[in-house]
């Protein structure tokens, strides 16, 4: 049996491939590509994926925090890319990097063009950030006509686009509520147009609005999560390819006999003889506590084997009672089967945040 010795987040490039072109082939021609590659590329290794989706064509590339941005600056990424949140005593570092600021409040958008200005700069492009139900972060509606006078009087700063963010863009139950979002979205950018003479490009769709909402596909579209695979649904998960498989090996293998204990506060009682593996891999790594408790399974020579007890920090075990392996043997935590989005339901959680969730000590692999 082929093993790769350790735990290991093997990410397949040719699967990236195929899911930024079917992704693209779902847009009008000419529609802008945005790829999300905040943490860390939701945890695939954000340098590795950025370079090579720049080689594939993106347009533009966003990260969560100004950290982020700099990471892919230094990787050496050119194309152009938004910080979604960042904040004000990071705005000289944002300059500094060419990245670009999604501003969502008049304080950000006052103190970054006071920023700007100061550095002697001029129409340095930034991105506006709009609520339209979502109610996290962005200027309201009735903000429109105070920002584009305040633009007006500050040549500092420059908006490229005008954005908003669907909030259940997945859920069919919430169809109104989405197309709600887009009239106003539109709303607002007809407005801006109106006073301010031009239109930026406008984006609002996340991977599930591309997928389901293409009449909301404006200038451009913001993907993360579709790009490493997951559709957040059964049939666009089906046309796409996880590109992270994350793989462990049987450390060492215990016997338990009838009420025999394992693990952490005894965790798991054996109700007959069950035969264990220990694996390098716990907590810390990503795999936390509710994945413990017999809940989930991971797979082991192609066979399912429940999570026994408690998950500790650098190790968990599993039962591999009538499965056919030796210590040594490859473990698959989640890829093909089970999904990270299966793997993440039997916790209670998405494949966002069990992505997200592996940890920097975990070594990344990649193949083309
Ligand atoms: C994270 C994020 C996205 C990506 O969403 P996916 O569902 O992963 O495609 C898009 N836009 C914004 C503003 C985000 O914060």
């Known amino acids: 049996m082929s093993t790769v010795g350790e735990t290991v987040f093997e990410v397949d490039l040719n699967a990236l491939r195929h899911n930024y072109e079917y992704l693209r082939s779902e847009l009008r021609p000419g529609t802008k590509f945005l790829a999300v590659v905040k943490a860390y590329a939701y945890g695939h290794g954000a340098p590795p994926i950025a370079l090579f989706l720049e080689k ?67 129409e ?41 963010h669907l909030a259940a863009s997945e859920d069919p139950e919430e169809r109104d509520f989405s197309r709600v ?35 909301a ?12 695979g997951y559709g957040n649904d059964a049939i666009h998960s089906a046309r796409l390819r996880p590109i992270g498989t994350l793989k462990s090996v049987i450390s060492q293998l215990h016997r338990l006999e009838k009420g025999e204990s394992l693990g952490y506060n005894r965790g798991f009682i054996a109700e ?10 716990g907590h810390a790594d990503g795999i936390g506590r509710p994945y413990g408790k017999g809940k989930s399974h991971v797979s082991v020579n192609g066979q399912p084997a429940r999570i026994l007890g408690n998950v500790c920090m650098d190790m968990l075990m599993i039962d591999v009672t009538g499965i056919d392996c030796s210590e040594g043997d490859e473990v698959i935590i989640f890829g093909k089967d089970p999904s990270a989005e299966e793997l993440a339901a039997t916790a209670g959680t998405i494949s966002y945040e069990l992505v997200t969730a592996i940890s920097r000590r975990v070594k990344r692999s990649y193949k083309e």
């Open 181 to 215: 979002q887009i009239s106003a979205f539109k709303q607002i950018a007809d407005r801006f147009e109106h006073l301010a003479g031009f239109r930026p490009l406008l984006h609002q769709c996340n991977t599930s609005g591309i997928l389901c909402y293409p009449e």
């Open 56 to 122: 594939l064509g993106v347009d533009y590339f966003a990260v969560a925090y100004t950290g982020e941005g700099v990471e892919l600056r230094e990787a050496g990424v050119q194309a152009p890319i938004i910080v979604l949140h960042p904040q004000p005593v990071h705005f000289e570092e944002i300059i500094a990097h060419r990245l670009e600021p999604s501003l969502y409040s008049e304080e950000v958008l006052q103190r970054f063009a006071v920023t700007a200005g100061n550095g002697g700069l001029r």
């Open 217 to 228: 596909h404006f200038d451009m579209v913001r993907s993360g999560i579709g790009l490493y």
């Open 272 to 281: 007959r003889p069950t035969i264990t593996a220990t694996l390098p891999l």
């Open 124 to 164: 340095y492009p930034v991105h506006l950030k709009f609520n339209t139900g979502l109610n996290r972060l962005g200027f309201d509606a009735g903000d429109v006509d105070k920002v584009v006078s305040f633009l007006e009087q500050h040549q500092a700063v420059k908006p490229v686009s005008l954005f908003s």
